[in-house]
């Protein structure tokens, strides 16, 4: 057979093979091409129903967190409220311990300052009767008095200092340890010396000095209602203290007495003296002159406020002028007065005394005055009524903040508690009298 024959069929399985290839090869096709168009449809609608189901979620996440918002502030507010009132608990513990802490130690600072008057009291009546005449004896019948050597140890280091004898060497009075350098207690009626202690030292008076200027002032009847402007003159150039008296605020000059003798004011009463007929040198001198004539041998004056250490005095003659000064009714008056509001360039002004003896109720007090510079010290002067007798008290170089107070607070409570029945008060002093 020819060769042809037999090529023939092999040509039509090949024809045959090559379609249904093609026909694979189109159904591959198509079914791309379908894909390709329907991909993107597909995808966009998984995108969008993604981003709906996301939409959702947070939309529900928002009302969640909404819905969880007031519990929260609820659950905050409560905790604040908690953490104040554990602060307001302890802030009450606190203040409590405290007013527990302090209200023990003043009862305790009071059970040793009254232990340590109580032994002072029986170790000087002990020796003043041991000195005066051996042969009596007197005794303290109670039982809270006992000895010195009995109860020292019970008394606090810092207080120990109060039970030392103070040794007087001109025997007028018992012991009492006093922290001012010279003091003199005088009965204002009969002129008896209770207490004296370098009662003839010249020491330096510091503001006493105003008590002088006040009086002056008072004597001469000037107008009270009369306006005075605070000038540069009047401001304080020695100390370099200041004022809440502004140069250029105007008062009446009864308000600068006021000020002057209350406050301690020092440009009021510098205002006073400048405005004094004759200007501040004639009234320094004036102030001298009276001195004089009240007996004050031992005083002198160089300026009206006493912020210059030249202005000097002795507890005597300081005795003499505030026993003068006393039937000053206004001098009275002005001193004792514990506040004062003043209208100062359109303000009211609160000022409060020096003296804080005279906000006490157990202190009746007539006339005071006080005093400090770091020359002087601790100062003060007055005229009260302790025991049912008037007894004029001055006080020179106390030191400690607050020492002028404490010497007068010994005082007091040694006048009220001794019972020395006269014994130690036979030297008077009618030299203290003044001249009229």
Known sequence: MPLECFEMPKTLMRCVSCQR??????????????????????????????????????????????????????RNAKNVSQARTR?????????????????????????????????????????????????????????????????????????LHMLVDDELGN??????YLRANSVLVMDQDTHQVLYSKNANEVLPIASITKLMTGLLVSEAHLPFDEMITITQDDVDTLKGTGSRLRVGATLTRGELMHLALMASENRAAHALARTYPGGSDAFVDLMNAKARALGMVSTHYAEPTGLSSQN?????????????????????????SPDYYADVDNRMLRFNTTNRLLKNPEWNIGLQKTGFINEAGQCMVMQTRIAGRNLIMVLLDSSGHQGRIRDAEHVRRWIETTQLTGAGFKRTMASIQPSS
């Open 87 to 159: 602060v307001s608990q302890a802030r009450a513990r606190s203040s409590k311990h405290s007013r527990h802490a302090l209200t023990a130690h003043r009862s305790r600072t009071k059970e040793f300052d009254s232990l340590a008057d109580d032994a002072r009291a029986h170790y000087s009546m002990q020796r003043v009767a041991q000195v005066r005449d051996s042969r009596k004896t007197w005794t303290f019948e109670s039982s809270h008095r006992r000895p010195v050597t009995q109860f020292s140890d019970e008394v606090p280091r810092r207080h």
């Open 312 to 336: 000097h005095s002795t507890a005597e003659d300081l005795a003499r002028l505030v026993s003068f000064a006393y039937n000053d009714q206004t001098l009275r008056s002005l001193t004792t």
């Open 21 to 74: 290839l093609g026909r694979v090869l189109r159904l591959i096709a198509l079914a791309l091409c379908t894909m390709a168009l329907l991909f993107p449809a597909t995808y966009a609608i998984n995108a969008q129903a993604k981003g709906h189901h996301a939409a959702v979620k947070k939309t529900t996440v928002k009302r969640e967190r909404h819905a969880a918002a007031p519990r929260k502030s609820a």
């Open 171 to 176: 025997g007028d009075g018992a012991s009492l």
